[in-house]
């Protein structure tokens, strides 16, 4: 007797459909990342019971949602150090408003006492780059992300840091640059520190972005036609100006100094597929299909 036929890795299943990312990014208006060192569960807040205890876990991950804040652990890559730190980073990703606070705190317990807008910290000007490498939520994050984030982390060591679940296995190696909130996929088939090094002159790589968190995600569909339609990869460029849904459409202004850009969009469906490698029921997932750019 056989058992079922092992499923393709959901990311490889990505690949040869050639799912498109953009209009992808999950949502998070505001972030805090907790720093969690060693190897994380399931769930890196509830199911890690050697590096906090899941009622204080759980109690963190509650107040932060509460609060309206996506909540992701991080930890350094490579090898773990002998005595443990409980470094954290509160990021606002909205848009003209974007700042990143950062701190240390002595014990685990004290996260549960963080001041959620960042003011127990320190504002700094350098961004954290957030690689998911979460191996026990999709085998996809284990193998694509940990090569991504080895390769950026050569370059960018003190910026750079494995993350928990982003969403979006499938896009795996996923990245997340904040405080811009800016979301990647597939980073290990592309030079991930270039796009670092993109993001630190102000620019974006149309090709792997998925889109911006802060952002809803037909305006992040919209973005990527008008990228790539302008050749505009500045990071601040093409801000929403209106956003309009009907009868399967959804019409989103975009600003340009040429004149604002109106992008319309279809709602679609895609064929029922796997998003995760745990995934149990294949479902579809909503895409965007460009039907009309016009400048005014």
């Known amino acids: 007797m056989t058992g079922a036929p092992k499923r393709t890795p959901c990311s490889d299943a990505s690949l ?8 992808t990014a999950s949502a998070g208006n505001r972030w805090l990342l907790l720093e969690l060192e060693g190897g994380w569960g399931p769930s890196a807040f509830l199911q890690s019971p050697n590096i906090i205890d899941p009622q204080l876990g759980r109690a963190v991950v509650r107040r932060a949602e509460s609060a309206k804040m996506r909540i992701a652990a991080i930890r350094r890559h490579g090898r773990r150090s002998a005595a443990p730190r409980w470094r954290w980073y509160i990021a606002d990703a909205e848009p003209g408003s974007e700042a990143l606070h950062h701190g240390e705190v002595g014990d685990p317990r004290d996260y549960l006492e963080l001041a959620l807008d960042g003011s127990d910290g320190r504002r700094v000007d350098e961004p954290v780059v957030a690689v998911c490498a979460h191996g026990k939520h999709d085998q996809c994050c284990a193998v694509r992300g940990r090569a991504a ?16 679940h982003l969403g979006g296995d499938r896009f795996a190696a996923t990245m997340l640059i904040l405080p811009e909130g800016l979301c990647y996929g597939r980073v290990d088939s592309a030079d991930g ?34 990228r790539l339609h302008l050749g505009e990869d500045r990071i601040d460029a093409l801000a ?57």
């Open 193 to 226: 520190a270039a796009l670092v090094a993109r993001y630190l002159d102000g620019r974006l790589d149309t090709s792997f972005l998925r889109g911006r968190t802060s952002l809803p995600h037909a305006v992040q569909a919209a973005q990527h036609y008008a």
């Open 16 to 23: 040869a459909r050639q799912d498109p990312m953009h209009g």
């Open 240 to 296: 929403p100006l209106d956003v309009h849904a009907g009868e399967g459409l959804r019409r989103v202004v975009l600003e340009h100094h040429a004149g604002p850009i109106e992008v319309t969009l279809r709602d679609k469906m895609s064929e029922s597929l796997f998003s995760q490698c745990s995934a149990t029921v294949a479902g579809p997932v909503r895409t965007f299909e460009l039907v009309s750019l016009n400048q005014t």
């Open 149 to 164: 984030v080895s390769a950026i982390a050569a370059a960018y060591p003190e910026i750079t840091w494995e993350c928990s």
